[in-house]
């Protein structure tokens, strides 16, 4: 069918653009893999996780979920770089004169951010392993992270078309990146939420990260117990996010090429 | 049919009337060129006609078909090359054009891009990466991209922007042959003289709406208003004379007089009593950029 070849197509180009391009490689693969490698390495030592022997170790089985989102974070940045260069070179437009199903132009950026990102997230995974991470999972709870994952991808995807499409220029098209990685930081993907100050630990146990982190490295480590409610929380933030940041893109979208 | 038929057509941009009644038609397998200002409407109305943007109001024709309602068709049989060049720099010239062929669905694309960029000369360059290009390069490559598919009407916008003298009239050549080979060209361009050695037909926009339309020689001539009489050797003094006396106003010109619209006929006549030769009688031949001047008031 043409359009699953045209869709085909174009996300294939965008993830080229990106396996081949040495800033994004850095950016969005090798800068998690070294944070990963510093945070467990330079200061996991000397990070006491609560209910654990302490060590770098220890640091690397309790981080590695909030990294792996950190690296999908990272990489929403270059959605928007790659959405906001198109748009601006013109190329969208030339998309847009062809004979091609309008859904899949953007569908095509939003298919190729999310392989990317799970592509990112596997190489700090592997090197996560590599260090001595293990798994503690069944497959289905492996399965279920995944699915997390991807929902993950999307909802982050989906919130940087906006940004990407109204910047003037590449440069500022990922700025909302930074609040993104902002939320991680101010939650429980690389430290527990306990010890944070009263005021910041009240902000970082109710954003949306927390609960996502939580979920993620609860399926992840099966020794790691989730509370009830926190996975539907989580859900709530994510499916809420697609929808909410969905409609937000194809309004925008909408706008500029589709004449509504 | 027409290649484009275009009724009342406007535009606005919140309170902004950019396009304010447009009214066009283009006969298939010409070259037409709009000539305007910048921010005169010109490519507010190829985005209408190359299905980008919808009109506000009017009616608007492309090879016979609605651009909104059959928007996909419309595609299919159209080809935009806007002002900017639109590719991927990373990627090589053959990755480009082979993006392009498969969006479009070409059968046999290889031979179809060997077909292309053997008219463009661009073989010797298609495995180096585009940001290697220079621009009259990459213009090219723009248009071979442009050409795949073999459209039946193709919008040059400001295609010889940036090019250098000698790309260009390559480029001219180029969309001469484009023309031959029966496809529409819709132009735009900064560059009279490239209105003027192209275009079938041309139109000026100024303010959203059509201001002058006709082939290049009748625009010139419309715009004409003064003539050149030159009497028979060793008469011009009796010419001038006899002018004078029948109270007929002209200017000196070299060797030669020159009469505006209200004193040609008369003067003529009065030349013609006294039994003094016309040698030569010429209505002055404007340019184009004449013509834009005053379209748009400047002169």
């Not at chain 1, 959605?79 to 260069?85: A, D, E, G, Q, V």
Request: overall charge neutral; hydrophobic content about 50%; charged content about 15%.
């Amino acid at each position: 069918m043409q359009v699953i070849k045209q869709l085909n197509v174009l996300t294939a180009r965008i993830v080229r653009q990106n396996l081949t391009n040495a800033d994004t490689l850095i950016t969005v693969i090798a800068m998690p893999v070294f944070m990963l490698l510093f945070f467990v390495f330079v200061l996991g030592g000397n990070i006491a996780i609560a209910g654990t022997a302490g060590g770098a170790g220890a640091y690397l089985r309790y981080a590695l979920p909030g990294f792996l989102l950190l690296t999908m974070a990272m990489g929403s940045a270059y959605t928007s770089l790659r959405i906001n260069n198109d748009r601006t070179s013109g190329f969208l437009s030339r998309l847009h004169s062809l004979p091609i199903h309008r859904w899949v132009i953007l569908g095509s950026h939003v298919l190729a951010s999310v392989i990317f990102m799970v592509l990112a997230e596997v190489v700090v995974m592997v090197v996560g392993i590599a260090v001595g991470y293990r798994v503690h999972a069944s497959f289905g709870a492996f399965l279920a992270f995944f699915g997390l994952s991807l929902l993950f991808g999307l909802a982050i995807t989906l919130l940087a078309i906006p940004f990407s499409l109204k910047a003037d220029n590449y440069a500022s098209a990922g700025g909302f990146s930074y609040v993104l990685l902002m939320l991680l930081f101010v939650s429980s993907a690389l430290m527990p939420t306990r010890g944070m100050a009263k005021a910041v630990q009240v902000f970082a146990d109710n954003q949306p990260m927390t609960p996502i982190v939580n979920v993620a490295r609860g399926l992840l480590d099966s020794g790691v117990s989730v509370g009830g409610n926190t996975i539907w929380i989580a859900l709530a933030w994510l499916i809420g996010g697609i929808v909410v940041c969905g409609v937000a893109a194809y309004r925008v979208y909408a706008r500029m090429y589709l004449g509504k | 049919m027409n290649a484009i038929e275009v009724h009342g057509v406007k535009k606005n941009f919140g309170k902004l009337a950019v396009l304010k009644g447009i009214d066009l038609t283009v006969a298939q397998g010409e070259i037409f060129t709009l000539l305007g200002e910048n921010g005169a409407g010109k490519s507010t109305l190829i985005n209408i006609l190359a299905t980008l943007s919808k009109a506000d109001g009017g009616e608007v024709r492309v090879l016979g078909l609605d651009p909104v309602r059959d928007g996909n068709k419309v595609r299919e049989l159209i080809s935009l090359n806007a002002q900017e060049t639109t590719f991927d720099e990373e990627f090589t010239g053959s990755d480009n054009l082979r993006l392009i062929a498969q969006l479009r669905g070409i059968p046999n694309a290889a031979a179809t891009i060997a077909d292309v960029t053997a008219r463009l000369d661009l073989g010797s360059f298609l495995a180096r990466k585009v940001k290697t290009y220079s621009g009259g390069m990459k213009r090219r490559l723009d248009l071979a991209m442009s050409l795949l598919g073999k459209p039946k009407l193709i919008f040059l916008d400001e295609p010889t922007t940036g090019v250098d003298p000698k790309n260009r009239l390559a480029l001219w050549q180029l969309i001469r042959e484009i023309r031959d080979a029966g496809t529409t060209v819709f132009l735009t361009t900064q560059y009279l003289d490239e209105a003027d050695a192209l275009s079938d037909h041309i139109a000026f926009i100024k303010d959203g709406v059509i201001v002058k339309n006709g082939t290049p020689a009748e625009i010139k001539r419309r715009l004409t208003t003064t003539y050149t009489l030159q009497a028979a050797d060793g008469q011009g003094a009796r010419a001038r004379q006899a002018l004078t006396a029948g109270g007929v106003a002209f200017a000196d010109k070299a060797d030669a007089l020159s009469l505006d619209e209200a004193n040609a006929a008369r003067g003529l006549e009065v030349l013609t009593v006294d039994g003094i030769t016309v040698a030569h009688y010429n209505r002055d031949e404007a340019d184009l950029e004449s013509v834009f001047l005053a379209v748009n008031g400047m002169e």
